[in-house]
């Protein structure tokens, strides 16, 4: 049973900083892409950051330059370091598996975990 639980949401102020974390169990998670997403209210669920097994990393535009996704094999635990956050940024941040190594936009996640809010205000 793969189980994914995110950490790390809250409250910030534009221009500010948060670290999500996401802890997995379950499988061999260093042989799987993983990857974060959101939803935002009343907007359907996006694509934010991917890491693949060898730690290279895909980036929504909207994200790139002010989001690091990374990975910690010997933990289990995937990440996303957000800074410079907008309020367009609020949202439900859903940590994901995919079902292969390497990331691909064409293929949706296997796994989900139960998402944490992520609110910026101006």
């Known amino acids: 049973q793969v189980q994914l639980v995110e950490s790390g949401g809250g409250v910030v102020q534009a221009g500010g900083s948060l670290r999500l974390s996401c802890a997995a169990s379950g499988r061999t998670f260093s042989n799987y892409a993983m990857g974060w997403f959101r939803q935002a209210p009343g907007k359907e669920r996006e694509f934010v950051a991917a890491?693949?097994?060898?730690?290279?990393?895909y980036y929504a535009d909207s994200v790139k330059g002010r989001f690091t996704i990374s990975r910690d094999n010997a933990v289990n635990t995937l990440y996303l370091q957000m800074d410079s956050l907008r309020p367009e940024d609020t949202a439900v941040y859903y940590c994901a598996c995919f079902q292969r190594a390497d990331y691909s936009n064409n293929v949706p996640p296997r796994y989900w975990g139960q998402g944490t809010q992520v609110t910026v205000s101006s």
């Open positions: 890491i693949s097994w060898n730690k290279r990393t």
